[in-house]
């Protein structure tokens, strides 16, 4: 055995495996492997000594519980911050893969947990992967969301490998494949239970099988060759649905690179505007990387409750919000007692979250066990038990002081107590506790599944404890937790609220709704105001306007469809008319008044940087975490306040 600071090399010996050699990476002073420098000289060294003494097989493994390998090292990334420095840093990578996808005895990568960027380019450069069946398992290549490209050969191969669409799909929106999907994609060549992936490694590594590049259907191999041109053509069409050019250059020029240039971002002439130095001096590039850190930031809060691991979670109120909730802390695996005035009012919430788990697990069985982890539960039973309850009715303050009344009085002593209040002051709700330390405000957006920031409310009477414990649940059950003071609206909604409203008065001065959308779109938000307005519910708009806005004549038209019962998506009919769920444009032939997204954008800008003179967040990087994350707000930008410190304005 060769030990290395971060590697160890082991070679099997007198059995049937003999001359099997294990490459384990073991990143010191890391609770994740990430591939800086010293790993990689490191790897260097390994295929050194396996060039002298070859092996019959080598297999990758991680020694980590984390998972395989998290990705490249992103503070060595950040450091490179000079075209020069980012040619070496990528040369290393594209170089060593290179060497290791050409060794002449068979090489396999054995991926349990997370395998991330240069982790999966790692694996792809191997002749097998195995995917251990685990909900862990992740492969992707996520470089596209820090506004670079997979520059050590996951270009060249992944097309190879899966075919260019699936790769391309891939490649340009960061996703994560699971372990059953990779074997279903060509991505892994197996996919195994943990109990049998080493000796399934070592019969894999030996068995002569030929490489998956080499079993790909013939369409697929012209679709990587002669067909190239028509790939990348669809390729670049679906990418301008979503981003434009100016905004989000790395997409474009994963696109370039492998259509024209083998793959090799080290190919591209340094003038192309999609070479490496274009996307290193590109100011999205230093953003989407600010931005990956103050996501960073945000999974760290709750870590001081760690030893908080909430096993059931209740939840009073089955309408969209309260069995959203719970659909996705069963979906997290905790067990979920819902409650609502009966049965039948429970039920919607139920088929829901039944179809909700069928598309997201995508496995009937899982799907089952998910739904048989959320419970019914009209007569509150649920409360006795339960490690954090969750109060999500209607806004009525005497309705939620009764609830928790009530509450209080069942419960375990050590349960926290959650309102997910959007317009109530936390300090009203408790003002008829016993105990008001208990409750703290646990605020979710909608729709739950695809909102990734929760707001964990402090109220006057809030322990730091209990505020800590709800961190650590957001976080338990996959999402951001974002401490803010109770105040009206909070951060999220308290920024929106002027943005929505600056709009519904551009529509009183005659701006067509679909042309304030598009002026908005192209900013680089995900969905216009008018249409966000009409998917939060026109009265909710009318409501959040006297409230967080101070408006004392409201816009007009907003009021005028609210008098009329027209209340947007939910109602079928708002500034939009809404079809199955989707609202439909009318193009109304105008172009947008010089300056519309600046002045539509001005009012939250102002809303951030009042809150965070407030102190309702921590600092300006928390405003800009919670926005970019609560909001959607363009992350090219770096988030409200980056923006203004660029000249934003």
């Not at 939250?604 to 407030?614: K, S």
Request: net charge positive; hydrophobic share 45%; aromatic share 6%.
């Amino acid at each position: 055995m060769s030990n290395f600071k971060h590697w160890r090399l082991e070679r099997e010996a007198g059995s049937e495996n003999a001359g099997v050699a294990w490459a384990v990476l073991d990143t010191a002073d890391s609770s994740t492997n990430t591939l800086g420098a010293d790993v990689m000289a490191e790897l260097g060294m390994i295929l050194d000594e396996c060039e002298k003494n070859p092996p019959r097989g080598l297999i990758f493994k991680s020694a980590k519980e984390a998972g395989f390998i998290a990705g490249a090292n992103i503070e060595e990334f950040v450091a490179s911050d000079t075209p020069e420095k980012a040619r070496a840093l990528v040369k290393r990578g594209w170089d060593l893969y290179n060497r290791l996808a050409a060794v002449n005895y068979p090489t396999l990568a054995l991926v349990r947990g997370h395998c991330m960027g240069g982790g999966t380019e790692l694996a792809l450069a191997c002749r097998y992967r195995i995917a251990v069946d685990e909900p862990g398992t992740r492969f992707a290549l996520p470089e596209v969301m820090l506004g670079i490209v997979p520059g050590w050969g996951g270009m060249l191969r992944l097309p190879q490998i899966v075919g260019p669409a699936a790769a391309m799909d891939m490649m340009l929106t960061g996703k994560n494949i699971d372990a059953k999907r990779a074997k279903k994609m060509g991505l892994a060549d197996a996919c195994v239970p943990p109990r049998v992936m080493e000796n399934a490694a070592r019969m894999m590594v030996l068995s002569g099988r030929p490489m998956r590049q080499i079993q790909l259907p013939f369409m697929q191999k012209l679709m990587n060759g002669p067909l190239k041109g028509f790939v990348a053509s669809g390729a670049r069409k679906q990418v301008a649905k979503r981003a434009r050019q100016e905004h989000y250059p790395a997409p474009y020029a994963i696109i370039d690179q492998w259509q024209n240039h083998g793959g090799s971002t080290l190919a591209v002439p340094a003038s192309a505007p999609t070479s490496l130095d274009a996307l290193v001096t590109h100011p999205t590039t230093r953003n989407l990387i600010r931005v990956f850190f103050l996501q960073d930031r945000l999974k760290g809060f709750g870590k001081e409750a760690s030893a908080f691991a909430p096993r059931h979670v209740h939840v009073v109120g089955a309408g969209v919000m309260g069995g959203d909730i719970a659909a996705w802390c069963a979906l997290r695996g905790m067990t979920v007692t819902l409650q609502d005035q009966s049965v039948e009012r429970i039920a919607p919430a139920v088929g829901r979250a039944a179809k909700f788990f069928e598309r997201k697990l995508r496995d009937r069985k899982l799907a089952r066990f998910a739904l048989d982890r959320l419970i019914a539960d009209p007569r509150g039973d649920g409360v006795r038990q339960a490690d954090v309850i969750i109060e999500a009715i209607f806004e009525n303050l005497d309705a939620k002081q009764a609830l928790f009344a009530d509450i209080e009085a069942r419960a375990r002593p050590d349960a926290l107590f959650a309102s997910n209040t959007s317009s109530l002051k936390l300090a009203d709700i408790a003002a008829k506790f016993k105990n008001p330390s208990r409750l703290v405000g646990i605020h979710f957006f909608n729709p739950v599944a695809m909102m990734p920031l929760v707001e964990v409310v402090a109220g006057e009477s809030t322990s730091p404890e209990a505020a800590q414990k709800a961190a650590a649940f957001v976080r338990g059950i996959d999402k951001l937790p974002l401490p803010v003071k109770d105040a009206p609206g909070f951060l999220v909604n308290a920024v929106l609220a002027p943005y929505m409203h600056e709009a519904m008065r551009c529509i009183d001065e005659g701006i067509a709704p679909d042309t304030i959308d598009a002026a908005m779109l192209a900013f680089g938000m995900p969905v216009g105001p008018i249409e966000l307005a009409d998917t939060v519910g026109l009265d909710v708009a009318v409501a959040a306007g006297r409230q967080l806005v101070g408006e004392s004549a409201p816009p007009r038209k907003l009021v005028a469809l609210v008098d009329a019962g027209h209340l947007g998506k939910k109602s079928g009919k708002g500034f939009y008319t809404w079809v199955d769920g989707k609202a439909q444009r009318v193009d109304a032939g105008g172009t947008a008044p010089q300056g519309l997204a600046q002045r539509l954008i001005e009012p939250l800008l102002d809303a951030t940087q009042r809150l965070v003179a407030a102190g309702i967040v921590a600092d300006a990087e928390l405003a800009d975490a919670g926005v970019i994350f609560g909001t959607g707000f363009a992350p090219y930008t770096g988030g409200p306040m980056n923006y203004l410190q660029n000249g934003g304005r």
